[in-house]
């Protein structure tokens, strides 16, 4: 008997990825798809499709994703964003995965990053790695607003096929997307009673551009390489911006 997979995934104004995505995870027996209340056609493209469609408010990453585990029909989950592409070698490779005798309970899958339609090797995503594939008795994510993890007590394994994660459509959007992640981490910091100073606002931006600029190697990448830790280290800026008007009560 071959095991079931659920596929799910959370979606939030994704029209252009939300087709391809159904197609490259069809081999999962379910596909479940937790929607934001998009404003574009993501639902109406998801419903030509047989998937179960589920819209919930986005309160943080964690939360929608926990919550889009607990309705799955199956133990073993497959989890990708809707811009990573899924070839079918690795999708062979899954569902060979999760029939072995005695699999891990959980993999991480290798994510190609391309950026201004460059592959990205360097700028500190030489090992970019993610927990892409598990067994949800075993595993929730870690309540991480953004930037969330799989956690779990069990060993992880590593498959070995790739998914290219094509996150970049135009440079408005993807610098919407940091400032949307810093906005999320801002209000974490907030709950924290974490105050923004000095040290925030110069040391760790400038921080974050010299680790991946020079520590991790984005000079390699070219000027890709310069404005991807660019505009990286910027969104360290504005996170401690926007903390700063949260206590401050500027919109």
Not at 12 to 37: M, P, T
Not at 69 to 76: E, K, P, T, V, Y
Not at 128 to 135: E, K, P, W
Not at 166 to 172: A, C, L
């Amino acid at each position: 008997m071959n095991t079931k997979i659920s596929a799910l995934a959370i979606t939030y104004n994704e029209e252009d990825h939300i087709e391809n995505y159904i197609q490259q995870l069809s081999f999962a027996d379910e596909i479940i798809i937790v929607d934001s209340f998009s404003t574009d056609k993501t639902v109406e493209l998801a419903k030509k499709y047989n998937v179960t469609l589920i819209q919930r408010k986005f309160d943080d990453f964690s939360k929608q994703k926990n919550f889009a585990i607990d309705q799955a029909n199956n133990d073993w989950i497959v989890f990708f964003d809707l811009d990573e592409e899924v070839p079918k070698a690795l999708a062979d490779e899954i569902i060979s995965t999760v029939n072995l005798a005695n699999p891990e309970k959980a993999y991480r899958v290798k994510r190609d990053f391309h950026f201004m339609g460059k592959r990205m090797k360097y700028s500190g995503f030489q090992t970019d790695i993610s927990v892409r594939l598990f067994h949800k008795n075993y595993c929730r994510y870690n309540g991480k607003p953004v930037h969330e993890t799989i956690e779990t007590t069990e060993n992880i394994g590593l498959l070995e096929h790739a998914v290219a994660h094509q996150t970049y459509k135009n440079f408005d959007n993807y610098n919407q997307k940091l400032s949307h992640y810093s906005r999320l981490q801002a209000e974490a910091l907030y709950k924290k009673n974490v105050r923004p100073n000095v040290y925030h606002f110069i040391f760790r931006p400038f921080y974050r551009f010299i680790h991946q600029y020079f520590l991790r190697f984005g000079f390699l990448d070219g000027k890709e390489g310069f404005i991807l830790c660019y505009v990286h280290a910027f969104s360290v800026f504005k996170r401690y911006l926007q903390l700063w008007t949260m206590y401050r009560k500027i919109d």
